[in-house]
Nanobody, 119 residues
Framework: QVQLVESGGGLVQPGGSLRLSCAAS????????YAWYRQAPGKQRELVAH???????NYTDSVKGRFTISRDNAQKMVWLQMNSLKPEDTGVYYC?????????????WGQGTQVTVSS
């Protein structure tokens, strides 16, 4: 059974930093790509950052220069370093993993971790 376990969320003041972690387990397949999404209250889930197994990254414009996504393919882990946090970064952050499996739709989501940026 595939599981994605997230950690690292919490309450932080504006300008502060948090580091989110996500560990994937339960699959024999390697990983094509990882991503972090977030969902603010009353809004749709949006892509925050994406990284391929080769290390190519992509960020939504609002976090460029502040957030950094990284991964360890061997450990099947992905991190999101969030600096200079703003109140508008508040939301539930979800880890997403796309496995290199010959099975359609073989991708998974974490349970979500709350990030609250407030003074």
């Amino acid at each position: 059974q595939v599981q994605l376990v997230e950690s690292g969320g919490g309450l932080v003041q504006p300008g502060g930093s948090l580091r989110l972690s996500c560990a994937a387990s339960g699959s024999v397949f390697s990983i094509n790509a990882y991503a972090w999404y977030r969902q603010a209250p009353g809004k749709q889930r949006e892509l925050v950052a994406h990284i391929t197994n080769g290390g190519m990254t992509n960020y939504t414009d609002s976090v460029k220069g502040r957030f950094t996504i990284s991964r360890d393919n061997a450990q099947k882990m992905v991190w999101l370093q969030m600096n200079s946090l703003k109140p508008e970064d508040t939301g539930v952050y979800y880890c997403y993993v796309d496995f290199a499996a010959p099975i359609p739709g073989y991708d998974f989501w974490g349970q979500g971790t709350q990030v609250t940026v407030s003074s």
